[in-house]
């Protein structure tokens, strides 16, 4: 005897064996993957790119930081300029960018006065000893991404007592 409320239904459709649409749901994630590999990759590549511009900022803004301090603090040009080149060079050692050391670009002393860094070959007074420095390295890609070169400079100066980090007013994106 069947009763109103059974649950039991003989009314469900049964699969045919001509029904196209089974393992449709396969192909669609099959399909889709790679497309979703990429995404990854990219999210991945950019990451990594992030990562090294912020560790590479680190280690020119240090650098710059540790020149300027030592030059500026120093009564004597020649030797306080040696003893900043040493600095500068532990403080690049010191901040790997991805684990490695990252390549310097360039090392400028000069004066930095009214806003405007002017490399120099004349002594500059210690309140406008400044150093600029620019670092780069090469960011592998991963995931079949291609490499990037990063770069970075900062710009640092000692202001009497301290060293500052600044900008450049003639060249504000470099900074």
Not at 14 to 38: E, N, Q, Y
Not at 76 to 101: K, S, W, Y
């Amino acid at each position: 005897m069947k009763h109103a409320f059974s649950t039991q239904s003989n009314n469900l459709p049964k699969p045919s064996h001509g029904d196209t649409r089974r393992g449709f749901a396969v192909i669609w994630i099959l399909g889709c993957m790679p497309i979703f590999l990429a995404a990854v990759a990219f999210v991945v590549s950019v990451g990594r790119l992030d990562i090294a511009r912020t560790e590479l900022k680190t280690a020119a803004e240090s650098a710059a930081l540790a020149g300027a301090r030592t030059w500026g603090q120093s009564p004597d040009d020649a030797a306080g300029q040696a003893a900043a080149m040493v600095q500068i060079t532990v403080m690049i050692a010191a901040n790997t960018v991805l684990g490695n050391t990252p390549t310097v670009v360039s090392i400028e002393t000069g004066a930095y006065v009214g806003g405007v860094f002017t490399p120099s070959v004349a002594v500059p007074t210690q309140t406008q000893r400044a150093y600029r420095i620019t670092l780069s390295t090469i960011v592998t890609g991963k995931l079949g991404a291609s490499d990037y070169t990063v770069k970075s400079q900062a710009l640092a100066v000692f202001n009497g007592t301290r060293a500052v980090l600044t900008y450049d007013s003639l060249n504000p994106s470099a900074s």
